[in-house]
């Protein structure tokens, strides 16, 4: 199944530091995720999501709490108070425990609610407060300007998580290269070195060395088949050649 996101958003110009293509993907990724989940029924949505122990209530409500959780961010780079994303871990997992019992209406009112509080709050950033540092949910310090790369990221790795046929053959051609370098710089002093091989959707290749030069261990495959892959999405079907154990992917 293929996903084609809608192209109606009026075109406004990024603020600087922030590449327009960003805030466009992130509402085009949005668009394809109330697609998704307006074709769940209180039956679906209580259907095993693919993260383990996790419904796709689980899942949607996630996304829901992922996108207050930058806004949080956004707000602490254009105020310049510390807002971290999260209260605590423990306090981020009750809520997303909590929010998937609810009714499916009450889930998909949530979803969109945060959704358009992240979209103002990305249209509303003062041109200097994207360039402030803020402390990412897994606590690296990031640029606000990264934040909608990490909100489109989100976005369409859940969106394979449903399980509804959308896959990573769906993701857009042209941010293809960006997801595999986030992917393998996930593994950074992780692993024992090996380079990955892909085949992109143009037809072209790449390869990316992990932790040092390119190695004599390598694996190989189609773009969608290794992101899978890296991303613990799949036990490595479709990538050739001796695949090393991989740590969780964060």
Request: contains cysteine.
């Amino acid at each position: 199944m293929t996903y084609t996101p809608s192209t109606q958003h009026t075109s406004v110009p990024a603020p600087r530091g922030v590449p327009e293509r960003h805030l466009t993907a992130v509402r085009q990724a949005t668009d394809v995720l109330f697609e998704v989940v307006g074709e769940l029924d209180e039956t679906a949505v209580r259907g095993a999501s693919l993260l383990p122990g996790w419904t796709r209530g689980h899942v949607v409500t996630h996304l829901a709490r992922n996108a207050d959780a930058l806004v949080n961010l956004l707000t602490w780079a254009k105020t310049g108070v510390e807002h971290q994303a999260y209260t605590s871990r423990t306090d981020r997992d009750a809520d997303i425990e909590e929010g998937s019992r609810r009714l499916l209406q009450v889930i998909k009112a949530d979803l969109d609610s945060a959704c358009q509080r992240f979209d103002v709050a990305c249209r509303d950033m003062p041109a200097h407060a994207w360039r402030s540092e803020v402390s990412a949910p897994k606590g690296a310090v990031i640029a606000a300007s990264t934040v909608p790369v990490l909100r489109l990221r989100e976005v369409w790795v859940h969106l394979v998580d449903l399980n509804t046929g959308v896959t990573f053959d769906d993701l857009p051609a042209d941010f293809v290269v960006e997801f595999l370098d986030d992917a393998v710089e996930q593994f950074e002093g992780r692993v024992e070195p090996f380079t990955v091989e892909v085949a992109l959707p143009d037809g072209t290749q790449r390869s990316w060395g992990l932790n040092g030069p390119p190695s004599r261990s390598s694996v190989s495959g189609s773009a969608s088949a290794v992101l899978a892959w890296l991303t613990g999405r799949s036990d490595g079907t479709g990538v050739r050649g001796e695949l090393p154990d991989l740590p969780d992917w964060v």
